[in-house]
C-alpha cells in the first residue's frame, strides 16, 4: 500500500517483472520522426555520428545505438566531448571538433541536447540534421541535470524557444502527460532500437544489450519504478551472461560475483567506467564497451581500474581540504548549508566530493575548483526539503551560469564573486530549510524481531529488488539488542558486531562506523538485510544504519 499499489496484480508484475509487460516504444514522443529519418539515413549511406555523453548513461547509450546501427549496415562515428577541455554536451567546442573531424549529415545527440537551442540551430545552418535521444529537463522548466548549465549571456543574441527545432527529440519530458519520465538515455535509445527492429526486423538481439541498458540506469540513478525495475532486473542477468570481453575483464578487476546488484553496478563496476571521463575522457570506456579484442579488453579494464584508484587519489586529497575548510568555517547552529572552494580541484570529482559532504554533515554542500584565470566551476548535492535550483535562483546575481535539479546542480562562477555567492547560499537555505528538515531523520519501514530473521524471509525479502532509487531496500528496526561481544574494527573502518535479542543471535556489520559513539548496551537499531554467502551457503547478512540507546515501547 505504501508503494502505490491497488491490486494484487500490480503487486504481481512488481515482483515478477516480465519483458514482455514492456509498452509500444512509439508511445515516446517523436520516436516515429527518429526512426524513419535514422532508417533514410541507412538507406542513402549518410555519414552519421552519434554525439554522446562522457558519463555511464552517455557512454552505454552511445554504445548500444551503435551496434544497432552497425546491424543494419551502417558505419556511425562516435563522438564523445572532454570534459574538462569542452564541457558538457552541444558546446561549441565540442561541435566544431566534431565537424572537423567527422563532418556529419545527421547528428544524434545522445543524453544531451534538449536545452542546445542555439547551438542545433547553428548545426541547421550549417546543413546538419539533428536528433536528440535524452532525459533531461527541457529549457524554461528546468536548466537540466548536474554539470548541464543553463543557457549563458553569450548565446544572449539567439533567437531562444521552448525546445530546438530538429528533426525529432525523443525525450519523455517533453511531454508532461509522458509515463515514461523515469527513463534515462540508456532506456530511451533501448526504446529506440525496439522501434527500428518493430519497423524493419533485422538479426539483432536486443535482450542481449540490456547488460548496457542497467548499467547506464542504475550509474545515473533515476528511479528504478516502472519499465526501469524489468530493464535493470533483466539487465542484471545479461551482465553476468555478457560476451562482451571488457565487461567480463571489468567484472574480474572490480571483484563482482553473481549475482549481480545494483550495488555492484553503483559502487564497483559503474565508478570504473566513469573514471576515465572525470578525470580525461570517455574515448577508453567506450572502446572496453565494443571490442571484441580480449587482450584489448584486458588491457581497458586494468587501465580504467588504475584511473578509478587514481579518480578516489584525487578526491581523497580534495576531501581532506575540503574537511579543513569545514573546521574552520562551518557551524552547524549558524549555516544551514556548505560552500566550499579551493585553486586547483579538479572539476571531475566535486560532485562526489559535495555529495560526501552534504551526507555527512546533513546540509545542502556547494563544491567549487577555480583555474588559474580565476574561473570557478562547482557541483551542489542537496538534502530533502531544498529545491537546489530554487536556492541558486536567489543567488543568480553572483553566479555566470546554473543549472540542475532539485537534488544536484552545476554552476560557474568568477572568484571575486565568491563570498558574496557563499553568502546568499547560506541565506537562501536558511530560508528555505526548517530546523527540522536540518535534522537528520531515519524512515523506517517495519519493525521486526531477531526470530523473524530467517531463510524464507530473505527470500521474499530478495523479491524486491534491484533496490535503488525510487525502491530502496527496506529499513528495518528492532529493539533492546544487547551487544555480546565488544566491537570488532575491520578494514580500519567498518565495525563487526555480534547482537542478541532475547534467545536469538546475529552477526551485523557497520559500515564506515570508526567515528560512530556507540552508547551503553541495550540498543535499539535500524538495518537493512541482504543475501551473504558464507561458507558456500547463502546466508541473511544485516548491516546496520544506526544505532540508540534503547527507548522501550513508545
Known amino acids: 500500500m505504501r508503494k502505490g499499489f491497488t491490486s494484487a496484480e500490480e503487486v504481481e508484475i512488481f515482483l515478477r517483472p516480465r519483458l514482455r509487460t514492456l509498452s509500444d516504444p512509439f508511445l515516446l514522443p517523436n520516436m516515429q520522426a527518429a526512426v524513419a529519418r535514422i532508417l533514410g539515413a541507412l538507406d542513402r549511406r549518410e555519414r552519421i555520428v552519434v554525439f554522446g555523453d562522457y558519463d555511464v548513461d552517455g557512454v552505454t547509450s552511445l554504445a548500444l545505438l551503435a551496434e544497432m546501427l552497425r546491424a543494419y549496415g551502417g558505419a556511425p562515428e562516435l563522438f564523445l566531448p572532454l570534459r574538462v577541455e569542452e564541457g558538457y554536451g552541444l558546446s561549441r567546442e565540442s561541435i566544431e571538433r566534431c565537424l572537423d573531424q567527422h563532418h556529419p549529415q545527421l547528428l544524434i545527440a545522445v543524453d544531451c541536447g534538449t536545452s542546445s537551442v542555439a547551438e542545433i540551430a547553428g548545426l541547421r545552418r550549417r546543413g546538419v540534421e539533428v536528433i536528440v535521444l535524452d532525459h533531461h529537463q527541457p529549457p524554461l522548466q528546468s536548466s537540466g541535470l548536474a554539470d548541464q548549465p543553463a543557457v549563458s549571456s553569450e548565446f544572449a543574441g539567439e533567437p531562444r524557444s521552448a525546445l530546438p527545432e530538429c528533426v525529432a527529440i525523443v525525450n519523455p519530458k517533453i511531454d508532461p502527460e509522458s509515463r515514461f519520465h523515469y527513463l534515462c538515455s540508456a532506456g530511451i535509445v533501448f526504446k529506440l532500437c525496439h522501434a527500428l527492429l518493430k519497423t524493419r526486423p533485422v538479426d539483432f538481439d536486443l535482450k542481449s544489450k540490456l547488460d548496457l541498458v542497467a548499467l547506464g540506469t542504475v550509474a545515473d540513478i533515476v528511479p528504478l519504478r516502472g519499465e526501469n525495475r524489468t530493464l535493470v532486473q533483466r539487465g542484471a542477468i545479461e551482465i553476468i551472461r555478457s560476451m562482451r570481453p571488457g565487461l ?47 587482450a584489448e579488453a584486458a588491457s581497458l579494464a586494468d587501465f580504467l581500474d588504475k584511473q578509478n584508484r587514481e579518480r578516489q587519489e584525487v578526491e581523497k586529497q580534495i576531501c581532506l581540504a575540503a574537511e579543513e575548510q569545514i573546521a574552520r568555517e562551518f557551524d552547524p547552529r549558524r549555516d544551514a548549508a556548505i560552500v566550499l572552494s579551493a585553486r586547483g580541484w579538479h572539476p571531475g570529482v566535486l560532485g562526489i566530493v559535495a555529495s560526501r559532504v552534504s551526507r555527512k554533515y546533513h546540509r545542502p554542500a556547494i563544491v567549487i575548483g577555480f583555474e588559474e584565470n580565476g574561473t570557478g566551476k562547482g557541483s551542489g548535492r542537496s538534502i530533502e526539503g531544498l529545491n537546489l535550483v530554487e536556492a541558486l535562483n536567489r543567488c543568480s546575481g553572483s553566479l555566470q551560469k546554473y543549472g540542475g535539479h532539485e537534488m544536484a546542480a552545476g554552476l560557474t562562477i568568477r572568484e571575486r564573486d565568491i563570498a558574496l555567492f557563499s553568502e546568499a547560499f547560506r541565506c537562501a537555505a536558511r530560508e528555505l530549510l526548517s530546523d527540522e528538515d536540518l535534522q537528520p531523520c531515519l524512515r523506517l519501514d517495519h519493525e521486526l524481531m531477531f526470530s523473524d530473521l530467517n531463510g524464507e524471509f530473505l527470500q521474499w525479502h530478495e523479491m524486491l529488488q534491484p533496490f535503488g532509487n525510487g525502491n530502496p531496500a527496506p529499513l528495518f528496526f528492532a529493539r533492546e539488542v544487547q551487544a555480546v561481544a565488544p566491537p570488532r574494527l575491520v578494514n580500519d573502518k567498518h565495525l563487526i558486531l555480534r547482537l542478541r535479542q532475547h534467545n536469538y543471535h546475529r552477526r551485523a556489520i557497520y559500515f564506515d562506523a570508526t567515528d560512530a559513539q556507540l552508547p551503553p548496551a541495550p540498543w535499539d537499531i535500524a538495518f537493512r538485510i541482504r543475501a551473504d554467502e558464507y561458507k558456500g551457503e547463502t546466508v541473511l547478512g544485516m548491516q546496520i544504519q544506526a544505532v540508540r540507546k534503547a527507548q522501550g515501547i513508545e
Open 248 to 294: 567480463k575483464r571489468l567484472i574480474e578487476v572490480s571483484g563482482v560475483r553473481p549475482p549481480i546488484l545494483t550495488e555492484d553496478i553503483g559502487f564497483r563496476l559503474g565508478p570504473r567506467l566513469n573514471a576515465s571521463g572525470r578525470l580525461s575522457n570517455a574515448e577508453k570506456s567506450l572502446r572496453l564497451l565494443l571490442t571484441q579484442d580480449e
